[in-house]
Structures are given as C-alpha cells and as structure tokens.
C-alpha cells in the first residue's frame, strides 16, 4: 500500500470516529484532497484511493491540471478569486468556496449565465475578525447571502471558514462552532434560494475537531501528500 493511500485509509477512520461523535453517518462527510503544488502522479494515487474531490488555489494551475489530468473527479476553487478571473473559474470548477463579496458574485453570475451554468458556491466567512483573513464578516453574511440569493445562476449551498492557526487543534474549536451556529441562524432566516448544506471547515491539522462540530466538507492536503514544496 502507497502512503497516500494509507493516509486517506486513516483520516477516513478519523472522519468516521469525528462524525460516529456528532451524531451522524460518515457518509455525510465529504473528504476533499487539497492539491495545490502536488504532482499529478501523487494526485492519481489519492484518486485511486477513492478520493473524488480534488481543491485548487489557483486558477493557472488549476487549469492545466484539469485540462490534461483527464479523469473524473469534481474540482473545487479553495483560493482567493479575484473576479477578473471568474470566467475561468466558471469554465473549471464544480464548486467554489471562496465567495466573500458582491463584486465577486455579481461578475461570477454574469459569467455562468454566459456559460449557461449554474454554479454552486460557499461563502466564505473570517469568523475570527482577523485582519489578514478573506472572507465576509460575520455579521456582514446576512445581507451578503441575502443580496446573492437573488442572483440566478449561483446556488448558495453553505459556509466555508478558515480558523487561525493554532498548535493545539483544540484552540480552533469555538470558530469551527461560531460558523455552524451561523449557518442555523441563516437556516432560520428561511432565505428564497438558500441552502445551508454544507460547512466547509477543517485542514489537516484540525479536521477531527471540525467534523466533531458539523463540517460536512473537510479540506485536506498535508496529511494526505506530506508537506508541500514551493
Ligand atoms: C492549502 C489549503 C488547505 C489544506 O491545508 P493543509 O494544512 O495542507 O491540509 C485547506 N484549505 C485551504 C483554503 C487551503 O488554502
């Protein structure tokens, strides 16, 4: 057996554990291979691993990869978007997790519609208030989520955050509940359009705690494929 595959075989056991503890089916919890920098070789092997949703940061790279890999997995935008390169994402990506403004979903609905698509993303959301994070803050998701369910060729299918990062995974624990208490409240407000299924939370060094606390989207690169090089 490869490493990868051995990692995959164990963070899937963790998933379950995670999940077994909150009260729900592993199947719920969707592990995603975080392939920035990776070869395409070692991405083969997380494919034959079973592993069927792969993450990019970057469009240029994103783009040769999807381009030439030719297998049949979904691909996930994970990195900042700058919305003058929305109709490439459009054109490459299944799901987008990285929505934090309007100016952003307003030029990405414009291109889908172009495209004739509907995308599905996530918006993004710095539930810690630090300075140097993307996403919208908290308090700012309501109307940002409101203002975007009108658009029609995005589909808001949940939340995505990015805690600070800490040594003990523990430390990251309260942000991983601070962004499934605001999906509740955003569930309740009952928006037209607004489905609130997925929470992507986690990374390697924290996903059991995430899936204990609802992630339903886990976003993996380290424990899979090692450390990256630059
Ligand atoms: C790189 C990255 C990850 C994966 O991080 P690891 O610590 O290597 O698991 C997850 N999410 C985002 C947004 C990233 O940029």
Known sequence: MSVIEDNIREIRENIAEGALKSGRNPSEVKLMAVTKTVDDDRILEAIEAGVDIMGENYIQEAKRKIETMGVDVKWHMIGHLQSNKAKYAVRLFDMIHSIDRMGLAAELDKRSAAAGRIMDILVEVNVSGEESKNGVGADEAFSLISQIARLDNLSIRGLMTMPPW?????????????????????????????????????????????????ATIVRVGTAIFGARVY
Do not use: K
């Open 166 to 214: 800490f040594d003990d995974p523990e430390d990251a624990r309260p942000y991983f509940v601070a962004l499934r208490e605001l999906r509740d409240r955003i569930v309740a407000e009952e928006i037209p359009g607004v489905e609130m299924r997925e929470l992507s939370m986690g990374m390697s060094g924290d996903y059991r705690v995430a899936v204990e606390e609802g």
